[in-house]
């Protein structure tokens, strides 16, 4: 152990070069020695290793078993070094790293997925970590570490002065129905021609719920009675496929299920009047500092706000 640990990069280099030109003066012009300091060097590792790397003749030096094994892991070990160069490089210039980031369902789609998409199509060798889930969950996990940044609200019990918070773009509500639903053509409607449907919303207390409540109560309407709770979209799909159920989603989504390519295409009511939901941030940690990777995806959210 004494000896590995003795062996600095330069000794390695010297080592190969003595062992791939068979001459203890070139070897020492190609790692930057003098001669004597080479001589004096090759010395000290032969006498730590235990006995002599290379067998001296007139034509030059060969390894002897010794130095070839020497030479075999001197090769390995300063390929690792360069690796490790390379590497830290690529994370200093945010080339590469890791990020993790959080988003609440609408913003996801439509504002953190494309930003995602551009980065690794110039970066490929950053790997992104995408979790959706309610601000709540997101913004606890941004206190503990968890997230470089969230796209999502500022829930209660929050000090803003804690964080970054940069405003995103504002969700708006969508009421997808199945293609053959009953109201699927009809334009412009009020939302008192929607009480009589089933519907299929997110827990009480979630923004899209809260918007959805609010709106219908702003024109002195009852709230929709016949509900079935669930943030899950597959429960949504599954409803959407075989009933006249209603379902307010993000716009982002609503769009995604009726004109993408996922197999879906369900429809979007036409309503009179919009419905919006509080807006969300860009929340960092304001006492963290971001990897560059991280800034790279930063970044590119901010371009597409």
Partial sequence: ???????????????????ETGQLQRAAAMTGMSQPAASRVLAEIEAQAGG????????????TELGAICT????????????LETE???????????????????????LLMPAVRQVKAETPDI?????????????????????????????????????????????????????????ASRPAMGLADLLGFEWVIQEIGSPIRVALEAAFLEQGLPTP??????SSLLVVLTLLESTDT??????????LLAHGNIGAKLGILDLAEPISVSP??????????????????????????
């Fill in 1 to 19: 152990m004494s000896f590995a640990k003795r062996l600095k990069p330069n000794h390695l280099q010297l080592i190969l070069r003595i062992a």
């Fill in 52 to 63: 002599p790397l290379f067998a001296r003749h007139a034509k030059g030096m060969v390894q």
């Fill in 72 to 83: 075999q892991h001197a090769k390995v070990i300063l390929e690792e070094f360069d690796a």
């Fill in 88 to 110: 830290a490089v690529r994370l200093a210039t945010g080339e590469a790293g890791r990020v993790r980031v959080g988003a609440v369902t609408g913003p996801a789609v439509g």
């Fill in 127 to 183: 790997e992104v970590t995408v979790e959706v889930g309610p601000s709540t969950e997101l913004v606890r996990g941004l206190v503990e570490g968890r997230f470089d940044f969230v796209v999502s609200r500022l829930p209660p019990g929050y000090d803003s002065r804690d964080f970054r918070m940069h405003p995103a773009r504002s969700e708006q509500v969508s009421l997808v129905v199945r293609p053959g639903h009953p109201l």
């Fill in 225 to 230: 009675r016949n509900v079935t709770n669930s």
């Fill in 246 to 255: 209603i379902a307010p989603l993000s716009r982002e989504v609503a769009q």
């Fill in 280 to 305: 969300c941030f860009v929340i960092q940690n304001r006492f963290g500092k971001p990897i560059r990777a991280s800034e790279r995806v930063l970044n590119a959210v901010f371009k597409n706000l």
